[in-house]
């Protein structure tokens, strides 16, 4: 299928003020403020078809909202060209509004004072949606985003889950090719997370809307992107599906073993003993693809098992075993526990 | 032009929210006006007329001008377009599928439309009950006079954005405003008619768009000048509005090259 986005050796510099400190220094910086350059996005390259999902992934500050931005055509690369539907965003601003959707889940595009249906109405007009098509639209996105009950209510009054599922339907109501998702989920409990990725799953399936989407919670991902992008101080990491991601980062299926009695020295062929005590015993798993079968079977041990547990490595592991190979210890990629070593 | 009109009418109903502040602000623009009316009659102590001009026509001059006709708002957008810039929120702005000024446009209009309606009206109606209220010189006059007022807006509006959106350029868009607050105060014939002004000074004023905002259109409600001239001056005002729309026009399209959006 042909690229409906594409991203060639793409780069946006930002000149950030530096302050001084003291008056003097204040003074100097009027007069002549001092810029360093932030290389937000540097040469980043690729190309999404449509109806893909696709995760855009990485820690803070890593360029994500930057390059949605340029995705979006509110801001212009320094370097290289971004394509959205064959136009540049940027240069055809206004086109390429009409065919996308956009949710900047910190930022919100809803009429604060007035009740959803307003935005809804305003949206209706100022992406010349035709009557037919915006009641069916905004019949069958009320219902499955279950936004009936609150519809007529100003939006300052509704809770953030409200407010994001309310955001997310308005940016489908036109139909677009395209939505963009900076962040859907931040600050969502369990329940509203899951409705969101149901729904957006279900879009991209059912609609065929091709979904690119920012997030800190790997469970998006998993749950909505089969491929995903990741990136790291403004560079292209990887790009691929989760399982090549597991395997290219190296990090390692674990296995936990529960005996029935002391199992003495245990010994499995392929396997690092990675930790346990008493009558449990955990394995870091070669990627040789094994099955627990063939891997019960290699066990060797003194005692039987009573249970058995294979982990799939999360991504939040394989992104910290690959910021441990690098040698620098990140924030923390979300809030979840640290998986103990 | 349905986009245009539900974002008028959008920012219109957003302002009937906010509903707490309007009583305030009527009250405010009571004592203001009240100020100015006494300052003109400390200025005119008992005398009938000064150049020409009644002390009945300065308070409607002072009431008018002082409301409908202020250029006040100006310095609200230049503030409204600054906060944008600066906190990002033009973001939202820039995803909608409608060009940036006449979103602006549009939602600025929205909300004078409402200024008028629920304070400049009352407090016309106030203050005329109390010190009496001149009507127009003649029926023409009048009609003529609507048409100044939309040209006034527009200008306000204009201009504000045109100094607006050089917050895109210089980051801090307080200094732009104080400037033009002064400026438009000033030559909008606001503060004080322009037929008091000094000779030279007259002339400028008279001759720059600004004088479109509070003192030509006063002039035709006063009858100050005949029907031939006031049609005339309406056009002028009208080239004038082309020439500033062209003007953000393209400040715009070279901002748009600017345009930093910020946080997210
Ligand atoms: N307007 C700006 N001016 C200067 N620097 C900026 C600007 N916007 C972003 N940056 C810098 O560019 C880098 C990337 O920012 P960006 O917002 O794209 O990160 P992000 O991946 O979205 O991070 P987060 O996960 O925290 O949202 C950061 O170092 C940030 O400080
Ligand atoms: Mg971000």
Redesign the interface.
């Known amino acids: 299928m042909a690229a409906i986005i594409s991203a060639e050796g793409v780069g946006k510099v930002f000149q950030q003020r530096v302050s001084q400190p003291g008056i003097l220094g204040a003074i100097r910086s009027f007069v002549a403020p001092v810029t360093r350059p932030v290389h937000a996005v540097a040469d980043i390259t690729f190309s999404i078809a449509a109806g893909e999902a696709v995760g855009y992934l990485g820690p803070n500050g890593a360029g994500k909202s930057t390059m949605i931005k340029m995705l979006t055509g509110i801001l212009t690369p320094s370097v290289g060209e971004v394509t959205v539907l064959g136009r540049k965003p940027q240069q055809e601003r206004v086109a390429n509004a009409r065919d996308i959707g956009v949710v900047f889940g910190q930022r919100t595009q809803l009429w604060w004072d007035l009740p959803l249906s307003d935005s809804f109405e305003l949206h209706r007009r100022l992406y010349r949606v035709p009557d037919a098509l915006f009641s069916k639209n905004r019949a069958a996105l009320s219902d499955m985003m279950e936004l009936t009950s609150f519809i007529e209510r100003p939006v300052r009054h509704l809770s953030l889950g409200q407010r994001m599922r309310a955001e997310i339907a308005m940016a489908l109501m036109h139909d677009p090719k395209i939505l963009f998702l900076d962040e859907p989920t931040i600050g969502l409990d369990v329940v509203a997370k899951d409705v969101v990725r149901k729904f957006l799953s279900r879009i991209n399936r059912e609609r065929g809307t091709t979904i690119i989407l920012t997030t800190h919670d790997l469970q998006d991902i998993e749950e909505i992107c089969p491929r995903l992008i990741m990136v790291d101080e403004g560079r292209l990491l990887f790009d691929g599906t989760l399982p090549a991601l597991r395997k290219s980062f190296g990090a390692r299926r674990r296995l936990t073993l529960e005996f029935s009695g002391d199992p003495g020295e245990v010994r499995l062929v392929g396997a690092r003993p990675s930790g346990g005590e008493g009558l449990l015993r955990e394995f870091l798993l070669e990627d040789d693809g094994r099955s627990l079968v063939q891997l019960l079977a290699a066990l060797e041990a003194s005692s039987d098992v009573r249970d058995v547990r294979l982990h799939e490595p999360s991504i939040e592991e394989v992104i910290r075993t690959h910021y441990q190979s690098k040698g620098s210890a990140p924030a923390p990629v979300t809030g979840r526990p640290a998986v103990p070593a | 032009m349905?986009?245009f009109l539900?974002?008028v009418s959008?920012s219109f109903?957003?302002e009937a929210?906010?509903r707490s502040q309007m009583m305030m602000r009527i009250v405010g623009t009571l004592i203001e006006i009240l100020a100015r009316i006494s300052i003109w009659h400390a200025v005119y102590a008992g005398r009938g007329a000064v150049d020409g001009i009644s002390i009945g026509q300065m308070i409607v001059y002072a009431l008018i001008g002082g409301t409908l006709l202020s250029s006040w708002d100006a310095t609200m957008i230049v503030r409204d377009i600054g906060t944008t810039i600066r906190t990002?929120?033009i973001?939202?702005s820039?995803?909608?599928?409608?060009?940036y000024p006449m979103m602006l446009m549009a939602e600025q209009l929205g909300t004078r439309l409402f200024d008028w309606l629920f304070i400049s009206v009352p407090v016309i109606v106030i203050m005329g009950l109390i010190y009496g209220l001149q009507p127009p010189a003649s029926l023409p006059h009048c009609l003529l006079f609507i048409g100044y007022l939309a040209v006034s807006v527009v200008i306000v509006m204009l201009t504000a954005m045109l100094v607006g959106l050089f917050s895109f350029w210089v980051f801090d868009a307080h200094s732009l405003e104080w400037f033009m607050r002064g400026l438009l105060a000033v030559l909008s014939g606001g503060l004080v008619p322009i037929w008091f002004f000094p000779g030279g000074l007259a002339e400028v004023a008279r001759a720059l768009p600004f004088s479109w905002i509070t003192y030509h259109p006063m002039a035709v409600y006063l009858g100050q000048h005949d029907l031939f001239w006031s049609v005339q001056h309406l056009l002028i005002g009208l080239g004038w509005v082309a020439a500033l729309a062209l003007a953000v026009v393209v400040v715009w399209s070279r901002a748009?090259?600017q345009?930093?959006?910020q946080?997210?």
């Not at chain 2, 820039?94 to 060009?99: C, F, G």
């Open positions: 349905s986009a539900a974002l959008a109903r957003r929210h906010h990002g929120a973001g939202s820039l995803l909608r599928p409608a060009s748009c090259r345009v930093v959006v946080g997210g």
